[in-house]
Every structure is written in C-alpha cells, then in structure tokens.
Nanobody
Framework: VQLQASGGGLVQPGESLRLSCAAS????????MGWYRQAPGNQRELVAV???????NYADSVKGRFTISRDNAKNTVLLQMNSLKFEDTAVYYC?????????????WGQGTQVTVSS
C-alpha cells in the first residue's frame, strides 16, 4: 500500500497549483484523506482534510484559497491551491486513514515541494 503525491512546483505569489495523491495497493476502505505541510524549522501542520462522506476541514490560513476534494472510486485526493502566498512554501504530504491488510493504519505519502517565490 502506498500514497503517491504529485503536482508540486515553483510558482509566483497569486498563482495556483493543484496537488494530487493516489492511494494504491490492497485497500479495503479509506476513511479520511488529507494534506499536511511542513516548512523548514516548523512542525508538520494540517492543511485540509476530507472524510469519505465529503466533510471538509481547513486550516484557517488556507480557508477561501484552497479546496480539497476526493474521488472515492479512484482512492485519490486533490488539493487545489489558489492565490498562493510566500508562507505557503513547504513540503506537502498527503495522508490517509485506511483499512488495509490486517487493520486500520495512518499512511503518509512521500511529500511534494511547493515553493512560492517571486
């Protein structure tokens, strides 16, 4: 079982990026899926999370700018990031709480770098 994230890059302030994360392997069920980020010198923090029923939660710093969505049939989660700011620069990690193998586990993707710079 693995989570594969993609879509990071270098953008200017005000521009947009879309991150994608796909879960693959012998997965029976995925509960929540989400995105976290970690900037240098900072702890990893929640960006956005979405439940299997579509309920979302966002960090205050990204509300109104970021949108999380998921495709349950494809076990994928997307993060549309608009109006990016310098402070959004970080490594972004996808996360999924899933039932795979012998039980529930919290899985992490490998991280994708988002850099906002002029």
């Amino acid at each position: 079982v693995q989570l594969q994230a993609s879509g990071g890059g270098l953008v200017q302030p005000g521009e947009s990026l879309r991150l994608s994360c796909a879960a693959s392997g012998s997965i029976f069920m995925i509960n929540s899926m989400g995105w976290y980020r970690q900037a240098p010198g900072n702890q990893r923090e929640l960006v956005a999370v979405i439940t299997s029923g579509g309920i979302t939660n966002y960090a205050d710093s990204v509300k109104g700018r970021f949108t999380i969505s998921r495709d349950n049939a494809k076990n994928t989660v997307l993060l549309q990031m608009n109006s990016l700011k310098f402070e959004d620069t970080a490594v972004y990690y996808c996360n999924a709480l899933m039932y795979a193998g012998s039980g529930w586990s919290n899985r992490w993707g490998q991280g994708t770098q988002v850099t906002v710079s002029s």
